[in-house]
């Protein structure tokens, strides 16, 4: 499983305590060193550097409160086929709660659903998408729940309904 801008490692340690093989990407060091016994810890600024793991897809991709519109693409496609991406962070409207207000980092309409469908190659499941105003704490979000559909039709998703 990839956590992405995992920061202190909130989402790693949960998965960490259901045995789950991770790895956490976050441009902070020092957050990432007590999180190395967890699992495989990458320090890169993915906003200023080379996505650093071009070349590997993963069974689970967590993402939340991150956005980095280019790097959209890059996160999509280390998906491995049949496995799952679930993503949440801030979208329009979040500006009158306070921060992110800039509107580079927030979503517009729908554009976390478009990034999925037009993302890597294969078809994707989604298994739930918002869009919307959240009360408790009060903000705008996007989330997205998908499946990355497996090329052979016989080959079951490892996440199905």
Known sequence: MLDVACGTGRHLRWLASLGHRLTGIDRDAAALEPLRALGETIVADIEAGLWPIADRQFDAVVVTNYLWRARLPDIVASVAPGGLLIYETFAIGNESFGKPSNPDFLLRPGE??????????????????????????????????AVREQPSPTTPAKYSL
């Open 112 to 145: 976390l659903l478009r990034a999925v469908q037009q993302g890597a190659a294969g078809d994707w499941r989604v298994l739930g998408f918002e869009d919307g105003f959240i009360d408790s704490p009060p903000r705008f979000v996007q989330r997205i729940a």
